[in-house]
Nanobody, 126 residues
Framework: QPQLVESGGGLVQAGASLRLSCAAS????????MGWFRQAPGKEREFVSR????????HYSDAVKGRFTISRDNAKNTLYLQMNSLKPEDTAVYYC???????????????????WGQGTQVTVSS
């Protein structure tokens, strides 16, 4: 059974950096494009970033472009999200997920992702 486990979240001050990791098991990691989403209290889960299986094609939401960097190490079956210049509005639970690309929606929609981790909390204080 595929499993995704996020780690690296925490409580930081505005302007700080965090690096999230997503360890994958039970699947052929290098065959999957992967995504990061986040969900703040009372809000819908929103797209953060996506990376292709090879790592060549990358997308970011406008909210994080220029501050966050997605990457992957296929040899370690691990996905990363480097988050710099954090803002209070970045506070959310962050999830990684496998992209299935059914074509029913865009790469930024949750319906295009199949397996999800349990999430890691990121809290940014002002």
């Amino acid at each position: 059974q595929p499993q995704l486990v996020e780690s690296g979240g925490g409580l930081v001050q505005a302007g700080a950096s965090l690096r999230l990791s997503c360890a994958a098991s039970g699947l052929t990691f290098d065959m999957y494009a992967m995504g990061w989403f986040r969900q703040a209290p009372g809000k819908e889960r929103e797209f953060v970033s996506r990376i292709s299986s090879s790592g060549i094609q990358i997308h970011y939401s406008d909210a994080v472009k220029g501050r966050f960097t997605i990457s992957r190490d296929n040899a370690k079956n691990t996905l990363y999200l480097q988050m710099n210049s954090l803002k209070p509005e970045d506070t959310a639970v962050y999830y990684c997920a496998t992209y299935i690309g059914s074509g029913a929606g865009g790469y930024y929609t949750t319906s295009e992702y199949e397996y999800w981790g349990q999430g890691t909390q990121v809290t940014v204080s002002s």
